[in-house]
């Protein structure tokens, strides 16, 4: 399906906060806090997302899989597992992204045998106490 998602707040919710597979779309100025799982999590999907801050995420704040095509601009992190997460053929564009207080910054990397490698194509981000800033596996690819 076509959706956009625009001035929403995602709160305590208890697995992944939105998920959308085979979609494209727009996550425009929205807000994740207290989410157990994921804060967006898109797979075989095409999808932009603009100024969205997220809080206190258990697993990653913006996560790309199974050939996703993921752009995010101006997004602010506060406490992530992973901050941001590329996998299985995904590509995710990331701008202007800010992560602080989380054990993951950027991770990129093949799950499912029937894909192959992720890329992450980062500009402009700053990092503070970020337990391991990059975990790039394989054959998958950062350029900054």
């Not at 100025?29 to 100024?51: K, P, V, W, Y």
């Not at 992450?120 to 337990?131: A, D, E, G, S, W």
């Amino acid at each position: 399906s076509d959706f956009e998602v625009t001035q929403s707040a995602f709160v305590n919710i208890f697995s992944d906060a939105f998920d959308a597979d085979f979609c494209k779309g727009k996550v425009l100025r929205c807000a994740f806090n207290e989410i157990g799982n994921d804060a967006l999590d898109f797979s075989t999907s095409i999808i932009s997302i603009d100024q969205c801050k997220m809080n206190n995420v258990g697993d990653k704040a913006i996560s790309a899989g199974e050939n996703a095509t993921i752009t995010a601009t101006n997004i602010d992190v506060d406490n992530a597992n992973i901050g941001f997460a590329s996998k299985d053929l995904s590509i995710l564009t990331l701008e202007n992204v800010n992560i602080k207080n989380s054990s993951k910054g950027f991770t990129a990397y093949q799950k499912k045998p029937e894909y192959g490698a992720a890329t992450i194509n980062l500009k402009q981000h700053t990092m503070k106490n970020v337990k391991y800033p990059f975990m790039i596996e394989g054959s998958s690819v950062l350029n900054k």
